[in-house]
């Protein structure tokens, strides 16, 4: 091994050579090269010995000590002294201290030079992957070329000069082959620091890939007077990015298209044909759906905010152009909005309108005993349910034409006794169940709910703590393009997502599974039942 057998002159030139080679500080590479030596002379002296080497960082010259510690009782020859010995050699040195001794160069054999030489291996590795981890942990966010340097098992790995990065398959665009000494350009999404390196992931189906390129490409977004405030992406196929403008004389549509869509189609080549659609940003939710949902024509928007849901209505004639192929266009108009999106036909809409009156009227004149035209008239006014009746302002009753002050009161009066009717029928039915009284005290559950708790077979606090937010609220199943929506034990009329959430912690507070403390800190996504004990 050159670094253990070397001149002094050649120990510097190697450690200089290691260190450009590597990119890695100088100092390392003779620090590892110390470590080596003195382990090399370990193998000689023996391996309890405490044997430390130091080179010269200007001369190169090599120096061997042996470290002993000044004892009064001697036990290990091999790294104490004692302090008569010590004394002779430093008449001033006490228990405790460290007296070093000089030891004479070693001549060392081919085992013992292959040992050093693994050690400064392995300390080199160690220093690049560290510097390497260093360059990139910055860097995450920026769009990065390399030359692809190998394909394993359908992932890519590409050299980035300063270090290899990693392209799994599910970050490629469909259908997108490389080969050996491919130029690659890509998005660093991730840098992970792992035990055999750090690992750096790149994609070139993230969204802010595509934002990134459009910076590259639109001098206006890179000096930030456009601003890309979302993008969703079906790689491979399309896209829809939002855009909007600080400077009202810029319009940031045309900015991204560029002359003749020059600027938009050097993104598209890039991305292997995707198409994409420009879409100016609004803060206003009901513009932005509209403008996200083009090129289909929309005829009227209602919001749910509550639920972030928006409903959409569009002409019989649009139908199939706004929910597009497969439900492309709603599905990314849904991710670039962050708002699930209901679309209706104006047929289907005036069709439910009709029955959503139908329906409340006869639930009126069925609860309140009342005849089919007070019951329109109630449905008319835009009572929905009976709730909203009894709960009302007596004023809004006496509003409406042809009820006077006498007659609101008959029908808050019937509707609250309609109420307790219906509370004291949940009750029965609820200890019928068997759902124990202590499932009522938690916030936010109501008679009904305690109902559908026990037909589920939730009877307990414990129960309702054990269950997931998708058990009460349902979740939405997203394959093949298709979305397919289980329904949950609870109605969306009953419990939002975050409303159902709320009641199973606070569950697991009554339970005591988590403390009130524990819950404000944590206020954030309610974690799998089996996290928990029972």
């Known amino acids: 091994m050159a670094a253990v057998s070397a001149n002094k002159l050649e120990l510097l030139q190697i450690a200089d050579a290691v260190a450009r080679e590597k990119s890695i500080d100088r100092g390392i590479v003779i620090t590892a090269m110390e470590d080596a030596i003195a382990k090399a002379a370990r193998a000689r002296y023996g391996s309890e010995t405490d044997v430390h080497a130091e080179i010269h960082p200007k001369t190169g010259q090599l120096q061997l000590t042996r470290h002993m510690l000044v004892v009064e009782q001697v036990e290990n020859t091999s790294n104490q002294i004692s302090l008569k010995d010590a004394q002779k050699a430093n008449p001033g040195a006490q228990i405790g201290d460290t007296i070093a001794d000089t030891l004479p160069p070693l001549e060392y054999g081919r085992i013992a030079a292959q040992s050093a030489k693994q050690v400064i291996v392995q300390k080199v590795r160690e220093a690049e992957r560290d510097r390497q ?206 708002w699930d999106i209901d679309i209706l036909t104006e047929q289907e809409e005036s069709e439910r309108r009709q029955a959503d009156f139908e329906n409340a009227t006869r639930v009126f004149m069925e609860a309140l005993n009342v005849d089919e035209v007070v019951g329109q008239l109630l449905a008319s006014e835009g009572f929905g349910s009976v709730e909203d009746l009894a709960l009302v302002d007596l004023r809004e009753l006496t509003s409406i034409e042809g009820f006077d002050e006498e007659t609101a009161n008959e029908l808050q009066s019937r509707a609250r006794e309609y109420l307790e009717q219906l509370e004291a029928q949940f009750e029965a039915r609820r200890k019928e169940l068997g759902v124990e009284d202590a499932l009522a005290e938690v916030p936010g559950v109501t008679s009904k709910m305690l109902v559908k708790f026990g037909e589920n077979e939730i009877r307990t606090v414990e129960d309702l703590a054990g269950c997931a937010t998708d058990d009460l609220a349902g979740w939405v199943e997203r394959k093949d393009g298709e979305t397919t929506k289980h329904a949950g034990i609870l109605d969306a009329s009953e419990a939002s997502r975050e409303d159902a959430e709320a009641m199973i912690m606070q569950a697991r507070v009554k339970a005591g599974w988590i403390t009130e403390a524990e819950l404000a800190a944590s206020a954030g996504e309610v974690p799998a039942a089996e996290d928990h004990p029972a």
């Open 133 to 338: 981890y260093q360059e990139f942990k910055d860097r995450i966010g920026e769009i990065v070329n390399g030359v692809v340097k190998r394909v394993e098992y359908g992932s890519v790995i590409v050299d980035l000069g300063r270090g290899e990065a990693i392209i799994r398959r599910d970050e490629m665009l469909p259908r997108e082959l490389f080969r050996n000494g491919d130029r690659v350009r890509s998005y660093i999404f991730d840098v992970r620091r792992e035990t055999r390196g750090p690992q750096i992931f790149l994609s070139r189906t993230h969204p802010q890939f595509m934002a990134k390129l459009f910076a590259q490409e639109v001098p206006e977004i890179y000096d930030g007077i456009v601003e890309i405030k979302a993008v969703a992406r079906d790689p491979g196929s399309r896209a829809k990015i939002g855009v909007t403008s600080r400077d009202s004389s810029v319009d940031p549509v045309g900015a991204c298209v560029g002359m003749r869509g020059s600027r938009v189609q050097a993104v598209v080549n890039e991305l292997q044909g995707e198409k994409i659609d420009i879409i100016p940003w609004s803060p206003d939710i009901a513009t932005f759906v509209v403008n996200a949902l083009a090129p289909a024509e929309v005829a009227k928007v209602v919001i749910d905010e509550d639920r972030e849901r928006i409903e959409v209505v569009v002409p019989d004639t649009q139908l199939s152009l706004a929910i597009g192929r497969r439900g492309q266009n709603v599905r990314l108009a849904s991710q670039l909005t962050g």
